[in-house]
Nanobody, 114 residues
Framework: QVQLQESGPGLVKPSQTLSLTCTVS??????????WNWIRQPPGKGLEWMGTIAYSGTTIYSPSLKSRTSISRDTSKNQFTLQLSSVTPEDTAVYYCARGFQDWGQGTQVTVSS
């Protein structure tokens, strides 16, 4: 059974870059036809899909976040990473990584504050 675990700083200052890593166990991120997502949920709001990295390494981003978002991977560590630049307090959220939309990590709280 695949397991996903988010890791990264819980506090980021405005204008800095948020960087989170998702470590995957029980399955390879290069296995054909699986897609790996970053999703967030701001306080009091719904889930927001941020972007995807495919088994092939191809990436696709939410149009509203595309200019600030980068997703990459380290296949040797079976990890994929989210970078969100120029953060503001509006980027405060619980951040999740997921395989498709079926298998999710537990989420990690990120607060943007000086």
């Amino acid at each position: 059974q695949v397991q996903l675990q988010e890791s990264g700083p819980g506090l980021v200052k405005p204008s800095q870059t948020l960087s989170l890593t998702c470590t995957v166990s029980g399955g390879s991120i290069t296995t054909n036809y699986f897609y790996w997502n970053w999703i967030r949920q701001p306080p009091g709001k719904g889930l927001e899909w941020m972007g995807t990295i495919a088994y092939s390494g191809t990436t696709i981003y939410s149009p509203s976040l595309k200019s600030r978002t980068s997703i990459s991977r380290d296949t040797s560590k079976n990890q994929f990473t989210l970078q969100l630049s120029s953060v503001t307090p509006e980027d405060t959220a619980v951040y999740y990584c997921a395989r498709g939309f079926q298998d999710w990590g537990q989420g990690t709280q990120v607060t943007v504050s000086s």
